[in-house]
Nanobody, 123 residues
């Protein structure tokens, strides 16, 4: 019914930049809070940044001043601009969203995850 389609991961050098995208597709009536999480090997999944419909944002302390989350409500898409990347940013990045499902009217609501995209920071 609903898919979160991520793109933009890859390999970057320390100090480099990458930009991730996540689009909500399918029977999407509306999208509420959207967020990026990440999970490094042998570590728990952690919140990186989140953004509500109005554009209010929150960031993990470890990425403040380096990462910027933004959204395009018309495209039902969020972005994560990652600058000054560090090796410790290496992880699989997951998109998460609260979605109201339906066509003409919302029929249900759920929390959805993307498939994950690998970000590797290495020289």
């Amino acid at each position: 019914q609903v898919q979160l389609v991520e793109s933009g991961g890859g390999l970057a050098q320390p100090g480099g930049s990458l930009k991730l995208s996540c689009a909500a597709r399918g029977l999407v009536f509306s999208v509420g809070l959207m967020a990026w999480y990440r999970q490094a090997p042998e570590k728990e999944r952690e919140l990186v940044a989140r953004i509500n419909v109005s554009g209010r944002t929150d960031y993990a302390d470890s990425v403040k001043g380096r990462f910027t989350i933004s959204r395009d409500n018309a495209k039902r898409t969020i972005y994560l601009q990652m600058n000054n990347l560090k090796p410790e940013d290496t992880a699989v990045y997951y998109c998460n969203a609260d979605v109201s499902v339906g066509v003409a009217n919302p029929t249900s609501r759920g929390n959805y995850w993307g498939q994950g995209t690998q970000v590797t920071v290495s020289s």
